[in-house]
């Protein structure tokens, strides 16, 4: 089949229902059904799923597609068996299946019903699934998350450097497709060449996120009636205040509660329970505010989120994007407001002194990109962007008053390890 000869339109609509691909969705969607390897970046939200689903499902042959988590895997593939009639266009692989269920997903497969096989990376290990695979017709390996082949991503997984290997017994034109929201270059570059794709047409989107207002206090003792009354300032608005430990999540969620301020806890600590609880009270709207550890925040889509308050400065500038990346999902106002005070960095740098001198080494250079962040008297969207390998204009470009150091520049104060000119 030729992507000329296919209305990938039509397609789009028949499957998914919608009319428009989203931004870049459609070149890539292309590249893949012209057999290309393809590499997508764009951020979370973005609809990466799709760049490959659709491929996979107009096409002959199983896409097998990569991902870390089981969970995630499962959920993907309910929503592809809602698509359909057919429950085995869908199969995720992994050791929990017994042996009457690997039958029928090797059976689904070799009849062709199965477009889409989910696989974690050490499943797709085993001799026996390899050797299976050899004998059927795979259209594509996709590779989501692909920066957990990254020592320098915030997920590395070792099992991903085996992935190249096995692709390679698969039979050398498989097109590969590695999608990520992780878009620094270091990164990047990893991913290509780990994954031996120096070949692939790359996909990358903007990560400017124009209606994030970005600010950056002095952290001093009074930072909890500051919080206290920027929250009031903001009353009725919805919000999350990010902590480094449970403790300090703990003491704030309860300062603010004695201030007549709804906010609940929520850290790994507390039992399953109670994290339910507290994270549908917060979906619901039955509280303002949740203060949470980096444990809150995975798959949550609360679409009018206003502000994300860092309490204590983030370990990197990629978890910094991701965490304030929760804010005005709907395109409404979104203030990110960071407190910063060079004890946190130490605190961090002292926690990390117990792990293997590499990791550390990686920690410490993430972690001067936030100081620097945090110190810089420059455009923090542009700071940001340049990170992640993007141009940005601070004079025209697309939200590019909506800083702190914009609106009131400073006197060029003394800003250590700037890396950025
Ligand atoms: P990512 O993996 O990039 O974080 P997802 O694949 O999970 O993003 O998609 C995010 C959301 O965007 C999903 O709810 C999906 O249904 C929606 N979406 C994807 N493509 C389109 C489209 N062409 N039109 C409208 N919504 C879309
Ligand atoms: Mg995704």
């Not at 999608?179 to 990164?187: I, N």
Request: include cysteine.
């Amino acid at each position: 089949m030729n992507s000329n000869e296919i209305d990938i339109h039509k397609e789009l609509k028949k499957y998914f229902g919608f009319s428009q691909f989203k931004g870049l969705q459609e070149q890539v969607v292309r590249s893949i059904l012209a057999k290309q390897n393809t590499f997508v970046i764009m951020p979370t939200g973005g609809g990466k799923s799709l760049c490959y689903q659709l491929p996979a499902l107009i096409q002959e042959g199983t896409a097998i597609v990569v991902s870390p988590l089981i969970a995630l895997m499962k959920n993907q593939v309910d929503a592809i068996r809602s698509l359909s009639s057919e429950n085995g266009i869908a199969h995720v692989l992994n050791s929990s299946l017994t042996k009457t269920e690997i039958a029928q997903v090797k059976n689904d497969i070799s009849a062709g019903i199965t477009k889409l096989l989910y696989v974690a990376p050490e499943s797709l290990t085993k001799e026996e699934y390899v050797q299976f695979l050899q004998s059927v017709t795979v259209s594509f390996v996709a590779i989501d998350e692909a920066h957990c082949i990254s020592e320098w991503g915030h997920d590395f997984r070792p099992e991903y450097r085996n992935l190249r290997h096995i692709i390679k017994q698969l039979g050398g034109d498989v097109p590969v497709i590695g999608l990520t929201a992780t878009a620094t270059p270091k990164v990047q570059e990893d991913i290509l060449k780990n994954l031996d794709m120096s070949n692939a047409t790359t996909f990358k989107a903007s990560f400017n996120r124009p209606n994030l207002y970005y600010e950056v206090r002095t952290k001093t003792k009074n930072i909890e009636s500051d919080i206290i009354r920027f929250i009031k300032q903001n009353k009725g608005k919805s919000g999350i205040i990010y902590c480094l430990s449970r403790k300090k999540v703990e003491a704030i969620a309860e300062v603010l509660q004695v201030n007549g301020i709804s906010a609940v806890a929520y850290h790994a600590g507390l039992d399953a329970k109670t994290r339910a609880k507290h994270q549908d009270m917060f979906l619901m709207e039955d509280v303002e505010v949740v203060v949470a550890t980096i444990a809150f925040g995975m798959g949550i889509d609360k679409p009018d989120v206003r502000f994300v308050i860092h309490h204590d400065i983030p370990k990197s500038l990629e978890s910094y994007y991701q965490e304030t990346g929760r804010a005005g999902r709907d395109g409404g106002e979104g203030h990110c407001l960071a407190y910063y005070s060079y004890k946190d960095v130490e605190k961090l740098e002292k926690f990390m002194s117990g792990k293997p001198v590499a990791e550390q080494e990686i920690g410490f250079a993430l972690l001067q990109e936030v100081v620097a962040y945090a110190e810089t008297s420059m455009s923090r969207r542009k700071f940001l962007l340049h990170y992640f390998g993007e141009e940005f204009d601070s004079e025209t470009g697309e939200g590019a008053d909506m800083d702190d150091n914009v609106r009131n520049p400073k006197n060029k104060v003394e800003a250590k390890n700037q890396v950025v000119q």
